[in-house]
């Protein structure tokens, strides 16, 4: 064997035996944490999200841990329901993608219920009612209402209903960001003139350190239906979800979350069959 031959010898033989060791001892690790009781054998939930949506979906940045009313919502559905939820994060165009495409078993996201995406999933019942608000900078006096957005500098994120929004405006320059904390963030900068998107979510991002120099401004532009979205055609599992939300606004697990969240009881009639927007 030539010098350096023996030398990388030598590195791949040592790279083997920690390989091994560390193999074993984490082999060791998983079986113990597989023994406990309460997980075996359930199956496994794969959920997809966008977890940059607080309050709904968003990291608790001291633990790692993805927190929010939707993740609190989805864990007590799977808890009803015997699943073990994995929650997937991706961003919100490809979350539609993975429901659509049956990648997951199906995603909770803040996802208006849309006519357009029903012909491509299935939709739960309606656990939230949200609508669409305009954010722009606090010191600015002209942007008042929907109308005053005309030809301006527009951000969004993509494959939103707020997107969708932003495009019906006459002349305005839409920018869709994948994360919609970037897309505030460029109303912050000066980069853009106004944001288009979920109120609460608005109203979250500007009671926040991030969100100060910013406003919302007029009505809501929209109502719209959150549901829970579901692979067409999997009818079991989409009546599940249903049974498993109607338990939790029956035992009070629901208002529970909703409380926990939004510091208000949830409206009476939530969860209830979803109106479909345009
Ligand atoms: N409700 C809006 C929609 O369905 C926005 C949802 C965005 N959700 C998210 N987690 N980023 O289009």
Redo the contacts with the bound molecule.
């Keep these: 064997m030539s010098g350096i031959k023996k030398v990388l010898f030598v590195i791949l033989a040592v790279l083997t035996a920690v390989a091994l060791v560390a193999g074993c001892g984490g082999g060791q690790q998983a079986q113990q944490e597989e023994q406990k009781p309460s997980d075996q054998a359930k199956p496994i939930l794969r959920v997809a ?5 607080a309050p ?2 968003f990291v608790d940045t001291s633990t790692g841990d993805y927190i929010g009313f939707d993740m609190d919502l989805i864990r007590a559905i799977a808890e009803e329901l015997g699943y073990e939820p994995k929650i997937e994060s991706m961003a ?1 165009d490809g ?1 539609l993608a993975a429901v659509e495409t049956s990648k997951v078993d199906c995603a909770v ?4 219920v ?1 006519k357009e995406r029903l012909e491509r999933m299935d939709f739960s019942k309606a656990y939230y009612q ?1 609508g669409l608000s305009i954010v722009v900078k606090e010191d600015n006096n002209t942007i008042k209402s929907f109308e005053d957005l005309k030809g301006k500098r527009i951000a969004v ?1 993509a ?4 997107a969708k929004k932003a495009k019906t405006i006459e002349g305005a320059k839409v920018t869709q960001f994948d994360r ?1 904390t970037d897309a505030l963030l460029e109303v912050k900068k000066g980069s853009a003139d106004g944001v288009i ?2 109120n609460p979510v608005n109203q979250y991002y500007l009671n926040q350190e991030t969100g100060k120099g910013l406003k919302i401004v007029g009505d809501l532009l929209s109502a ?1 239906d ?1 549901a829970i979205a579901v692979p067409k055609g999997n009818t079991e599992l989409l009546q599940q979800i249903n049974d498993a939300l109607m338990k939790l606004k029956e035992n009070g697990k629901f208002n529970e979350i909703y409380k926990k969240w939004f510091g208000v009881d949830a409206p009476a009639d939530l969860p209830r069959d979803y109106v479909a927007v345009d």
Excluded: L, P
């Excluded at 999200?49 to 949506?53: E, G, K, L, N, W």
């Excluded at 494959?159 to 707020?162: F, L, P, R, V």
């Design positions: 999200s966008d977890t940059a949506y709904f979906e919100f979350v996201s803040a996802i208006t849309t949200s994120q494959a939103t209903t707020g919609i998107n979920d719209e959150y």
